[in-house]
Each structure stands twice: as C-alpha cells, then as structure tokens.
C-alpha cells in the first residue's frame, strides 16, 4: 500500500469507526470498556520513558536535561491536520528554542511510518520535521501519559499536550479532539506566562500576551508590592492590583 493509500484508509476507518461507536454509546451501560490508566494532573512527576524516535531512541529525563519540554500526541500519521500541525511546530520550533523549551510529538505508528510521513510534511508543509516524533506502536508512551481515551477511539491517541518543567513536573494538560488542529502559539504564550511567574509574584490576567500589565499576587502587601514593583500599580480592587509586566 503506497503511504497515501495507508493514511486515507487510517483516516476513513477513523471516521466510520467513530459514528459507530457515537451511534453506539448513546446507549446506557454501552461504554467501550478497556484497563483505566491513571490520568496525570498539574503538579505531578511526569513519567520516565524509553522510546523509539525520529531522531534514535529517547530518553525522556535525559533529553530534556535542563530544558522544558512540550509533549504531544496525534491521532495517526498521513492524516490533513496532523500534517499540518506537526508543520507548525516545526516553523515555530526557533520560538520554542529561544525559551528553553524542547518539542516532541508522538502517534502510536511505526518508526518507517513516520519516516515515510516526514518526506510528505516537508514537500506540503515547506518545512523539515525538525523535531522528535516518538514512534509509539507498543503504546507504552500512551498508556503512561494516558493519551489513549477509549470511548473516543479504542487504539489511537488523542490530541494531548503536557508542559513539563525542568525539574520534571507536570506544568499543564490539555486535550482536543481528532479534527480540531490545536493552536501552537497559545502554548507559547503559557509558557511565557509560566517562566514569569515562576520568577515574579505575579500572575498574568485573560487574554495576557507578552508585554501586557499583570496582576500583583493577593498574597503580596501594599508595602511590598511598592518595592517589588517601582513603575507603581493601580488598584482597582485590594487582590486586583495591575502593574506593568516587570522586564528586570
Ligand atoms: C487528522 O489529523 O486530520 C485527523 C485525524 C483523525 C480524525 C480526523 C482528522
């Protein structure tokens, strides 16, 4: 099977499979049924792992060294918005450079799989994968960060992203669904967000981009914030305090 005739017939086996469990599940007591994974909240040690990969075998801990990394899983190779996704993160991965942060994608095909896939990427996407992509077929991965959701595919991944600092906590989650494409430069903005207010005792407000006011921590007094914050700081209410983001 040439590799375009393998990702359309992965991507309508998807689609039939999905109505037929959406169709399926509407009944009560109907759930697919498989081993419960325990799910991995913010503050928790990410899992250590040893995996093949587009660039040899990773892993995790000492890839990352000193780093941050951003994980992320997609649903299967030769699919449209895992294309395009991965040659997003491509693009960005000098934005991600400049923040001390490495990227590494993961879907639950074979290592000659992505290989095949990454000559697609670069011819549609104008751009090399220059990125990891962990080849996952035994799901060891998957099933440690627990990106396989049953009830919405039995095999494939979902779109999951984790942040992982670099003392190896977990820093953020979050998960789409198959056809929507995430959108990279919100996790570049948390991570903005994130490295501030490890440093700062502030946090940034709705909508915050580089640059903005935020908001002076409740737990900060009026008279340290004064020292904390010498370009002042309007208070509009005592814990909402806005200041200028600090540069120092
Ligand atoms: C995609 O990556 O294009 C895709 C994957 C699974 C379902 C729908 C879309």
């Not at 991995?40 to 040893?50: E, I, Q, S, V, W």
Request: charged share 25%; glycine share 4%; hydrophobic share 35%.
């Amino acid at each position: 099977m040439l590799p375009h005739e393998y990702g359309i017939e992965k991507s309508r086996r998807y689609e039939v499979e999905s109505l037929a469990r959406a169709t399926r599940d509407e009944r009560p007591g109907r759930q697919v049924n498989l081993p419960q994974t325990a799910s991995l909240r913010l503050g928790d040690k990410a899992p250590d792992f040893t995996q093949d990969s587009t660039q040899g075998p990773i892993h995790l801990y000492e890839w990352m060294g000193e780093s941050w990394a951003v994980l992320f899983s997609h649903p299967a190779d030769f699919t449209p918005v895992c294309t395009t996704e991965l040659g997003m993160v491509a693009r960005l991965k000098p934005e991600f450079d400049k923040r001390n942060v490495k990227v590494i994608g993961l879907s639950v095909d074979p290592l000659f799989r992505h290989d095949e896939w990454a000559g697609d990427i670069a011819e549609t996407q104008g751009v090399e994968l220059n990125f990891p992509l962990l080849a996952d077929a035994d799901r060891r991965v998957a099933q440690l960060y627990d990106m396989i959701h049953p009830n919405a595919h039995p095999t494939e991944t979902v779109r999951s992203v984790f942040i992982i600092d670099p003392k190896k906590t977990v820093r953020l989650t979050h998960t789409y669904p198959a056809a929507t494409g995430r959108n990279f430069d919100e996790l570049l903005r948390v991570i903005d967000s994130m490295q501030l207010t490890d440093e700062k005792k502030i946090a940034t407000p709705a909508n915050w981009k580089p640059g903005e006011d935020v908001v002076i921590l409740p737990s900060v007094r009026n008279s340290e914030a004064e020292k904390l914050f010498p370009k002042g700081y309007t208070e509009l209410k005592p814990y909402l305090r806005i200041t200028p983001q600090p540069t120092d």
